[in-house]
């Protein structure tokens, strides 16, 4: 039995199943796809099985609830599998209808709904017309692989996300495997366990031929197989004379959607396994088992029946059918006005034996060579944290914790196995980035041009661990980490499973149970585990990479576990090349250039934590890029290529993950011994200066160049660090380390200190008035020859601001994209703002010589961004974002238009101010620079959308 804590967890809405990620999505980018609908199972109209769910049962929710004395008080009120108890009180997770609340609360307990896990990311659904570009050259990764032959080979990187889909062939190949070729993959929160537990017997004579039976009962089974005459076939009896089939589903959207993570259902059709007595799919045995995956969305859910067989040893089951064609056609069902003939044929499906490396349950409907669907990949190990499969409970005297049992990926009884989805395509557009191999062809902008999508460390492998809820992220470290549960503790297996663990998720909101980011479980939890040493004497630890989060552009927005002061936390720049693609594709607000990239994004969140450290500690590209996707098309026509916009934070840290692995594949070639410190130390060494302070950036852009220039003692780069900010560090994260209880997650309290971790950032301490401090950098130089190195101190200081008051003007058009709704921004040329006497219209000198960051700001009235007379808070709100563009007047008739405009930065939020940022100000407008304001056109609800009136002007001021 393996033990699982859950001490919070954190629900993930999950968004239709087609759909692409967008990590953030700007003030004036309205999602317009927000209502969450609730469904009932009867609504999902499957034609292959019909679910018993009653419609009146009532919506069950996840809610902690905690309280003094015993968890057994609340025992005689409802079975809570997950909690933990101290001498102080319990705390625990349960699953009930939202109306049976008021009795626990009436009995003094203390309850919490359960609230979203931020995945730094937005959804929006696929553009029918647009077609896919490339990731590029991020990060300098494609002149690594060309100059040095590194691509991340030998190196394997966990991502802790939504799932993996790897169902693209530029994805295929980078599934982590085990010795015995068996794929390694986690589910921790039980999503991906098919239940097949419904048996069939066969009556299959000594020379292998299969006959009807001559009783009607001869097994002890939910049916039989019978075969029809003049070589009609062989089938299951699903149908049983008009009473058909009854069985039980996993529902793996539980509890979002079904009151119980089981759904009685009921199969209808007869299903093919053979072409007649001689020919059909072979069991050993003659125990046929039969089950019915039930995972998606529920608006378009997929339903696939799967056979399970023991192809060479009675009673060892071992292949796995799916009856893709059918499930392909309930899925698509409604793309078409044709009566379905459903095939319930598994005869024509490929058969699946994990470790054979065949375990993507793909489909090509239309034989042309390409996939169009998929359903995930055989061999997860499911955690059981329902008690489906073992139902018994053990709390321990000692802990109070429950045991959740880890299942194998396939029970060789034929009663389960476990797959890999990833419905929201988070997960997979994390992955993605990193391993994407390049061997496909995507139109980008639909206009014919070819291009690849290759990722950062294309060679190395991906552990994909789905963990959407809090309360999973420590078992999926620590199971990521090679460490295994044993009764009620857990042991170091002697290796590591994931030489890195990238997280694209974090926790900006956090309820109030006394700790902030920076001290709280997780974030202590990631410290720890970035240490050697920690936990075991032969724990070498785990480099941790994580998203800043995409609060910003406020200081202070790093949340949990981004504030960990060993892992590193990486915020997000813009590459424009998303101009011109799917929803920014002819609005004039995008200009039409994509040349302008490498700028902080205003959604990046910022330092200082709350333990006062400098936080982010690298930056990557954010805004945006494209990553390859599942094949799964969601009708028969669609004729879009597999792929999606991805960005935000959440691809910086992949890409930075990315990055490290080929730092240690270099690293490992020249048998360098190596701790994630030093990983750490060189990617923040090698990084590009941004000009920005070290609470917005950190070090800088992340370089993979230089960072493999470094490890091979070329290019003049070196690794710099200090002793004195970690040990400011551990005199503030000693005591919360040291009383963090260890016992209640299964560990023994580790012996850490972070007085000796190098850091290459520099943090003081906390000081008192008049106190000092100070440290010593050290150089390492990594070459044969002599380094010249010249510190130069600088003062930071404004130079000029400069003010504009104005007015928006909703609904203008533009000259060139003029069509009905469609609107540009208000133009103000830079030269417009006053305040200095070096100001020259149509001139690159509208800025300083000497600046090095321009930082430009709307500010908007707070009166007039709400309409503070609706009586529900945030109803009514007028929204408009910020953009900067290097304008070049093509016809000289004085008058902008969006062809006219190279897109330079943006900003937008919810909120009553923009701003944007450019680095080095001077060398990106060979023109005149022009401040867009872009009054979005409708009013907005928070909650709900448009509420369908049109915006009306406001005042706003610009500062730069």
């Given amino acids: 039995m393996m033990k699982l804590v859950f001490l919070l967890v954190l629900l993930v809405l999950i968004p239709p199943l087609i759909t692409e990620s967008f990590s953030y999505f700007d003030g004036d980018m309205i999602n317009h796809n927000i209502e969450n609908t609730n469904y009932h199972f009867n609504e999902s109209q499957s034609e292959i099985i019909q679910f018993n769910e009653s419609s009146n049962e009532q919506q069950v929710k996840r809610y902690l609830i905690f309280g003094k004395g015993s968890i057994s008080e609340i025992g005689n009120f409802i079975q809570t599998p997950y909690s933990i108890s101290s001498s102080n009180g319990f705390f625990s997770i349960i699953t009930i209808p939202e109306s049976t609340v008021s009795i626990f609360q009436s009995k003094g307990f203390h309850m919490i709904e359960d609230f979203q896990l931020d995945f730094h990311s937005k959804y929006i659904s696929k553009n029918n017309v647009s077609k896919i570009s490339t990731i590029g050259n991020i990060a300098n990764s494609e002149r690594v692989h060309e100059l040095y032959n590194v691509t991340g080979n030998g190196v394997t990187i966990a991502i802790i996300d939504t799932g993996v889909d790897f169902s693209n062939p530029d994805m295929q190949h980078a599934l982590a495997r085990d010795n015995d070729n068996f794929p390694i993959m986690l589910d921790p929160d039980g999503q991906g366990l098919i239940l097949t537990n419904a048996t069939f017997a066969a009556n299959i004579d000594q020379y292998g031929t299969i006959k009807n039976f001559t009783k009607s ?47 009685n259902g009921t199969l209808n059709d007869d299903m093919k396994i053979g072409k007649d007595k001689h020919d059909f799919i072979k069991s050993k045995s003659g125990i046929y088992h039969l089950g019915v995956m039930y995972q998606g969305s529920p608006s378009q859910p997929q339903v696939v029946p799967v056979l399970v067989v023991d192809s060479k040893k009675s009673g060892y089951y071992d292949t796995i059918i799916p009856d893709m064609s059918t499930s392909w056609q309930d899925f698509t069902k409604n793309s078409t006005d044709k009566k379905i003939d459903f095939d319930f044929d598994f005869t024509d499906d490929t058969h699946h034996v994990i470790g054979d490396g065949n375990e993507f349950l793909i489909y090509d409907y239309n034989d042309d060579g390409e996939f169009d669907y998929s359903v995930g990949t055989l061999g997860a190990q499911i955690l059981d944290i329902y008690g489906v499969i073992e139902n018994k409970s053990d709390v321990d005297e000692t802990f109070g914790a429950i045991n959740g049992t880890l299942l194998p990926p396939i029970n060789r009884n034929g009663e389960f196995f476990g797959v890999m989805t990833d419905i929201s395509g988070h997960g997979t557009g994390s992955a993605g980035t990193i391993i994407s191999k390049g061997v496909g062809e995507y ?242 060494s090698t990084a590009n200066d941004m000009q920005n302070d070290v609470f917005t950036q950190g070090t800088g852009m992340v370089n993979s160049l230089d960072a493999i220039r470094l490890v091979n003692g070329e290019g003049g780069v070196f690794k710099v660090y200090n002793m004195e900010s970690s040990k400011n560090l551990n005199q503030i994260l000693e005591l919360p380390l040291k009383n963090l209880n260890y016992t209640s997650i299964g560990m023994e309290s580790p012996n850490i200190s972070l007085e000796n971790i190098p850091q ?201």
């Avoid at 005459?229 to 959207?253: I, K």
């Avoid at 006053?834 to 321009?854: A, F, Q, R, Y």
């Fill in 760 to 960: 290459t950032s520099w943090f003081g301490g906390r000081l008192n008035p008049g106190d000092t401090t100070y440290t010593s950098f050290k150089i390492e130089n990594p070459t044969n020859s002599t380094l010249t190195v010249n510190v130069v101190p600088e003062n930071l200081k404004l130079i000029e601001k400069f003010i504009y008051d104005g007015t928006t003007e909703p609904h203008l058009q533009d000259s060139y994209h003029n069509k009905s709704k469609t609107y540009r921004p208000n133009y103000i040329p830079l030269a417009n703002l006053t305040g200095s006497e070096i100001i020259h219209v149509n001139s690159s000198k509208t800025m300083p010589d000497d600046s090095s960051l321009l930082v430009l700001n709307a500010n908007f009235s707070f009166d007039h961004f709400m309409n503070q007379t609706n009586p529900i808070y945030a109803d009514d709100l007028k929204i408009s974002s910020l953009y900067l563009y290097d304008w070049k007047d093509k016809d000289d008739d004085s008058e902008i238009s969006s062809d006219e405009l190279s897109l330079v930065n943006r900003g937008g939020s919810w909120g009553t101010v923009q701003e944007l940022r450019v680095s080095k100000p001077t060398e990106h407008f060979e023109n005149q620079p022009i401040v867009g304001v872009y009054p979005v056109p409708e009013r907005y609800s928070f909650w709900g959308g448009s509420i369908k009136e049109n915006s009306t002007a406001f005042d706003y001021t610009l500062s730069f």
């Fill in 443 to 684: 139109d980008i902008y639909n206009d014919t041009k070819k291009f690849n999508i290759r990722g950062i460390a294309p060679d190395a492998k991906i552990i994909p661990v789905k963990a959407l809820w809090f309360g999973d992220i420590l078992y999926a470290w620590l199971w990521s980490s090679g460490f295994d549960n044993h009764d009620v503790e857990w042991k170091f297996s002697g290796n590591t499973r994931a030489d890195i663990i990238s997280n694209s998720w974090g926790v900006s909101t956090f309820p109030n149970f006394e700790y902030a980011p920076g001290y709280d479980l997780l974030s202590l939890v990631m410290t720890t585990l970035s240490l050697p040493n920690s936990f075991s004497e032969d724990y070498p630890g785990v480099l941790m990479v994580s998203s800043a989060g995409n609060s910003g552009h406020g200081y202070g927005t790093i949340g949990l576990p981004n504030a960990s002061p060993t892992g590193i936390s990486v915020g997000a720049t813009t590459n424009n090349i998303f101009v011109g693609y799917g929803p920014f594709k002819d609005e004039p607000r995008f200009g039409n250039s994509t040349k302008h990239s490498d700028h902080v994004v205003d959604f990046s969140s910022r330092g200082p934590t709350l333990i006062g450290d400098p936080k982010p500690d690298l930056m990557s590209i954010g805004a945006y890029s494209f990553t390859p996707a599942s094949v799964t098309k969601p009708s028969q026509d669609y004729d879009q290529d597999p792929f999606g916009m991805f960005g935000g934070t959440s691809m910086s840290a992949p890409i930075v993950s990315g990055t490290a692995a080929l730092v240690i594949q270099g690293l490992n070639e020249k048998s360098d011994t190596y701790v994630p410190s030093d990983i750490k130390n060189i990617l923040m």
């Fill in 217 to 263: 009962s001869f097994h002890n089974t939910t049916s039989d197989i019978y075969v029809k005459a003049r070589d009609g076939g062989v089938f299951l009896n699903v149908e049983q004379s008009g009473d058909g089939t009854s069985l039980l589903v996993y529902n793996s959207m539980f509890p979002m959607f079904g009151s119980s993570p089981l759904l």
